[in-house]
Every structure is written in C-alpha cells, then in structure tokens.
C-alpha cells in the first residue's frame, strides 16, 4: 500500500517566518491533496496537485509536486498565527494521509 | 445544500459495549471512507467502500466493522474489541477517488 511520510512533525516559529512542509511517497502520486485541521474538527481543503512539476499558491501558500510524482512540498510565506494547526498531505485512491505537521506559529 | 452528515457529534460509551457512529451524504457519492485520529496525529483509514455491498479493509480496521446497504450510508460500529477506542472519527465521501468531502467528525470517549 502507499505510504506517505510528512516531515518535519512538528514546527514552531516565530510569526512571519517562512516554513516548508513535506511530504514523501512511497509510489507514485497520482493526484495528492493538502489539508489543514484543527484536532477535533473537520479538514480544510487547501489544494490538489496532479501533474509532475505542478505548483499552486493560495493566499500566503504555495505547494509544489515534483516532477517524478514522490514528493510534494508545502510553503508558507509570513506566517501568521491563523496559519497553526495540522497540515496533512494525502494521496488520492484511497486517499490516505502522512502522520500530519503541527504547526504552531508564536506571535 | 449537499454534504455529508456524521452524528453525534459527542459520544459517550462505557468499556466493553458496542457503539455505532452515522455517517451519511447526499452527494451521490460513489465511495465512502472512514478515518481515526489520535491528538496530535494524522489521519488513518479504517474501512473504505467504492460501492454499494462492498467495502475494504484500511489500515487500522481490527475491532471495527462497517455495512454499506445504502448508497447515502456508511455507519461505523466500534466494537468491544477496539482495545483503545477514545479518539476523533471522520468520515468522507468521493466520486470514485476523487473530489472528496469530509464530515465534521465525532468526538467517541470511553468512560
């Protein structure tokens, strides 16, 4: 089965610093999706990359997929303390998720 | 408005009974899915259905069982093999994998 592995698990930084999460699979994504939740809510869906090289940003947020499909990445620009919580990555098909980022952004 | 319905929202049960969680959509989707989260932690699927009748094993799926008679339901029970069971549920549901929504979860506490 795929696996994805998100690094790092958690993060703390100080408000308006950039960051960057990543993420990590086992196999070939064929589509993989970017949430963002608080513990004991629902998701937040972020965006979905598809294509190898595909980049995407809303807002202060950038993800990227790379070209061979393995690896995604998550950017941050100026965080701010409306950025915290867990960001998940999943793989489309079954759709499951890395383990998660905490994120805490310190005003 | 379509989407997708989990209740309760909170839910109490003592140790060694069965629980069963709601989850239901008027999306007409397809597929349906069921996570388990743990404070601090990602998501981590315990069954998931692509169709009416049929439905497979996640990765965490001992102690839990699931039914898929409706193409609207999904409902989850928690049975009193599931040695850890507190912990957060969510459910979501897609077009065949794809175009996912998830329900706003239930909170399940052992007492």
């Known amino acids: 089965s795929q696996e994805l592995e998100q690094s790092p698990q958690s993060l703390i930084v100080q408000e308006g610093k950039n960051l960057t999460i990543n993420c990590t699979s086992s196999?070939?994504?064929?589509?993989l999706y970017w949430y963002k939740q608080k513990y004991g809510e629902g998701l937040i869906f972020l965006m979905m990359?598809?294509?190898?090289?595909e980049e995407k940003s809303h807002e202060k947020i950038t993800a990227k997929l790379d070209e061979k499909k393995q690896q995604s990445s998550l950017h941050i620009t100026a965080s701010q303390p409306s950025h915290a919580g867990i960001y998940l990555c999943?793989?489309?098909?079954?759709?499951?998720f890395g383990e998660g980022t905490q994120l805490t952004v310190n005003p | 408005d379509g989407g997708i319905t989990q209740s309760p929202k909170y839910l109490f049960r003592k140790e060694g009974q069965n629980v069963t969680l709601s989850c239901e959509q008027n999306?007409?989707?397809?597929?349906m899915y069921w996570y388990r989260q743990d404070p601090g932690q990602g998501l981590r699927l315990i069954y998931y259905?692509?169709?009416?009748?049929?439905?497979q094993k996640g990765d965490i799926a001992e102690g839990y069982s699931v039914s898929r008679e409706k193409k609207e339901s999904f409902p989850l029970t928690v049975t009193s093999a599931q040695k850890n069971p507190t912990a957060f549920y969510l459910c979501?549901?897609?077009?065949?994998?794809?175009?996912?929504?998830f329900g706003s979860g239930t909170r399940l506490t052992v007492v």
């Open positions: 990359l598809q294509k190898g090289g």
């Open positions: 999306l007409n989707h397809d597929a």
């Open positions: 196999k070939t994504l064929y589509g």
């Open positions: 999943g793989a489309a098909g079954r759709l499951t």
């Open positions: 259905s692509q169709i009416v009748n049929d439905f």
């Open positions: 979501a549901s897609s077009i065949s994998f794809g175009g996912y929504t």
